[in-house]
């Protein structure tokens, strides 16, 4: 796995550990970093940097994803999917060097790995209609 795809991993963990437990585990996050990724200082380091650049910006996240999901409110989006999709979102509005492909592609990747089976068709259709919505074209 290359260290990017890690450092999207361990993020997307580390969000969905903020939305579950709440802002007290960044009391713990460079543990959490630590544990799971030990023999790499810099994908840490940008994992740190995405979740904590993610949640900085959730509202504005939340807001993107919810006018995609018309038909699904954000409280009805399990805590997997919705962390998948506010890094990817963050992703596609403020990571202007990470092309909107490889966004989507590890989007679903994540999906994927960690969620249900429906999940990554659901996290394309969103991310697209994100694309839509931000002007971005792949």
Request: glycine share 2%; charged share 25%; with cysteine.
């Amino acid at each position: 796995m290359n260290k990017r795809t890690t450092a999207r991993e361990l993020a997307m963990q580390a969000l969905y550990q903020f939305d579950v437990q709440g802002e007290v585990m960044w009391e713990c996050i460079d543990q959490f970093f630590l544990e799971n990724c030990p023999e790499d200082a810099s994908v840490r380091q940008l994992a740190k940097q995405w979740a904590k650049r993610t949640w900085e910006n959730v509202a504005l996240c939340d807001d993107l994803i919810s006018e995609a999901t018309i038909k699904w409110r954000m409280s009805r989006l399990s805590a997997v999917d919705k962390s998948i999709l506010r890094l990817s979102v963050y992703q596609l509005k403020f990571c202007t060097d990470i092309p909107a492909k490889v966004v989507i592609n590890e989007a679903i990747e994540l999906a994927k790995k960690f969620s249900t089976a429906q999940s990554p068709g659901f996290v394309n259709g969103v991310l697209d209609a994100v694309l839509k919505k931000l002007e971005i074209k792949i």
